[in-house]
């Protein structure tokens, strides 16, 4: 598969209760389970390796470019450590990447107004090719 923007990728987010801040073991309040298609990376296997430099490459560049998509207020919660992403697999689909963001119980905001960011979030990338008509997003509050 050669590399060009109608290549065909697939990215997931998985927002799940993981610690939202280690200091104070905070849990999360809300996981969301996102999905979607990101057309213009191809996958390989040093993606496919979490401990490979092009993972985790990839893994700051996708994160800044969510985490850059965020409303002031989303972003000034991930900078306090109140929101966390952290991607747990990239496989072959031809990308499908798997990552975790928590949010911790101490911010104010719902899993819909979540949601709704990353949805704006992903609408708005600077740097992937984003379907959003490949994108599923399924939440839960604790």
Same mark, same amino acid.
């Given at each position: 598969?050669? &590399?060009?923007? $109608? /290549?065909?990728?697939?990215?997931?987010? #998985?927002?799940?209760? #993981?610690?939202?801040?280690?200091?104070?073991?905070?849990? /999360? $309040?809300?996981? +969301?389970?996102?999905?979607?298609?990101?057309? @213009?990376?191809?996958?390989?296997?040093? +993606?496919?390796?979490?401990?490979?430099?092009? *993972?985790?490459?990839?893994?700051?560049?996708?994160?800044?470019?969510?985490?850059?998509? *965020?409303?002031?207020? *989303?972003?000034?919660?991930?900078? @306090?450590?109140?929101?966390?992403? !952290?991607?747990?697999?990239?496989?072959?689909?031809?990308?499908?990447? !798997?990552?975790?963001?928590?949010?911790?119980? !101490?911010?104010?905001? &719902?899993? $819909?107004? %979540?949601?709704?960011?990353?949805?704006?979030?992903? !609408?708005?990338?600077?740097?992937?090719?984003?379907? +959003?008509?490949?994108?599923? %997003? #399924?939440?839960?509050? *604790?």
């Amino acid at each position: 598969m050669s &590399t060009s923007a $109608a /290549a065909s990728s697939v990215t997931t987010i #998985v927002l799940s209760s #993981v610690p939202a801040t280690p200091s104070s073991g905070t849990s /999360a $309040a809300s996981v +969301l389970e996102v999905s979607t298609k990101i057309r @213009n990376v191809e996958f390989t296997q040093e +993606l496919g390796n979490r401990e490979s430099n092009q *993972f985790q490459e990839f893994e700051k560049n996708f994160t800044a470019d969510v985490v850059n998509g *965020f409303s002031k207020t *989303f972003q000034d919660s991930y900078q @306090n450590g109140q929101i966390k992403i !952290n991607v747990t697999s990239i496989e072959n689909g031809c990308i499908l990447v !798997n990552f975790t963001v928590a949010v911790s119980t !101490n911010v104010s905001v &719902t899993t $819909a107004s %979540i949601r709704e960011a990353l949805i704006e979030s992903l !609408n708005n990338s600077q740097k992937f090719d984003v379907d +959003l008509q490949n994108t599923t %997003i #399924v939440g839960k509050e *604790f």
